[in-house]
């Protein structure tokens, strides 16, 4: 369960579009919310007239901050921090959830430095890559950010995973997500359809037909399909609670492309969050990339990231 939550603002509607759902999250599980801002100070401060704008600012800055918490505190009940950082900004944020002990960081994938990267922004981008705590993502436009969201609270959620053991620590995160709305987890692998090798049929057909072990063998995907499934089951047990409080599904879908495959099984369900990790690349600072990046220009749907301890080869 969630007891600190950070939010990070930048005074635009967009931005904001994050406090409905936080808010929801931090009521249901009784966490304190803390709102961030990052100050951009006016440059050349040495001149005087520069030194009080940007001072100007600063205060107008903490103003707005408490202003949108004491709506938040008189509309949900709940406990509301605020706090004014110095950038860089996704360190900054990432400090303030450090510091607050945030066990969750809620954004929007859209603020004031607009779409730099195609759906995500930087500083989402940069935020995921420096917080040592999950990032819950939605994404928005300017126009959208106008609007009050629908309450966010998450009753089917998907995790992708690979069989090996990065993927998995995103776990934790989706079902105290879950908890608060009896959420299903639905743990997915995309396995790739494989080739029977040329003549192999042929050859056993030759003796006679081939024998169940040997169907099996010239049917590769249907083993890795098989090979999954024991996966999936074994990492139910692992993973999710044994005591039968969680419900839970594991799908195995074949496609030549596991992002591809994860939003062709995306058309067909009624998953509304998307859980998994993400992993940094050596000498980029780009970390949202691969199928995360794929899953948030392909679907509507806010994706729970948290980065992967283990790094890529180049």
């Known amino acids: 369960m969630f ?6 603002l930048d005074g635009s509607s967009a931005a904001e579009a994050a406090l409905h759902g936080a808010a929801e999250i931090a009521r249901r599980s009784r966490a304190t919310l803390h709102l ?7 440059r050349r401060a040495e001149i ?4 009080l704008y940007s001072d100007r600012l600063f205060a107008d800055e903490v ?3 408490r202003g949108v918490a004491a709506r938040l505190e008189s509309r949900w009940g709940i406990s509301v921090s605020v706090a004014v950082e110095d950038e860089p900004v996704a360190p900054a944020i990432a400090a303030r959830a450090t510091a607050v002990g945030a066990d969750l960081i809620v954004m929007t994938t859209h603020g004031r430095t607009g779409f730099r990267r195609a759906w995500i922004g930087s500083v989402a981008d940069d935020v995921v890559r420096h917080a040592a705590v999950p990032v819950l993502l939605s994404r928005v436009s300017p126009e959208e950010g106008a609007s ?12 992708p995973l690979d069989g090996t053991a990065a993927p998995e620590s995103i776990v934790p995160a989706a079902l105290a997500l879950g908890a608060l709305a009896d959420a299903c987890i639905t743990l997915l692998r995309v396995v790739e359809p494989a080739m029977v090798p040329a003549g192999a049929s042929s050859m056993l057909l030759a003796d006679g037909g081939p024998s169940p072990a040997q169907a099996m063998d010239l049917d590769p995907a249907r083993h890795e399909s098989e090979a999954a499934r024991r996966y999936l089951d074994d990492a139910v047990t692992r993973l999710l609670p044994r005591d039968g409080s969680v419900r839970a599904r594991s799908v195995v ?8 495959g994860v939003l062709e099984h995306l058309r067909g369900s ?4 998307i859980a998994m990790t993400t992993r940094a690349r050596p000498f980029s600072r780009m970390i949202i990339g691969g199928m995360a990046d794929a899953l948030l220009r392909g679907t509507r749907l806010p994706i ?4 992967s301890s283990h790094v890529d080869a180049a």
């Open 3 to 8: 007891r600190s939550l950070l939010v990070p």
């Open 36 to 42: 961030v801002r990052v100050h951009r100070p006016v």
């Open 48 to 51: 005087t007239e520069l030194a």
């Open 63 to 65: 103003n707005y901050l």
């Open 148 to 159: 009050e969201p629908a309450e966010q609270l998450f009753r089917d959620i998907l995790v």
């Open 253 to 260: 879908v074949v496609h030549e492309d596991p992002a591809e």
């Open 270 to 273: 009624s998953h509304d969050l």
């Open 304 to 307: 729970l990231l948290r980065k």
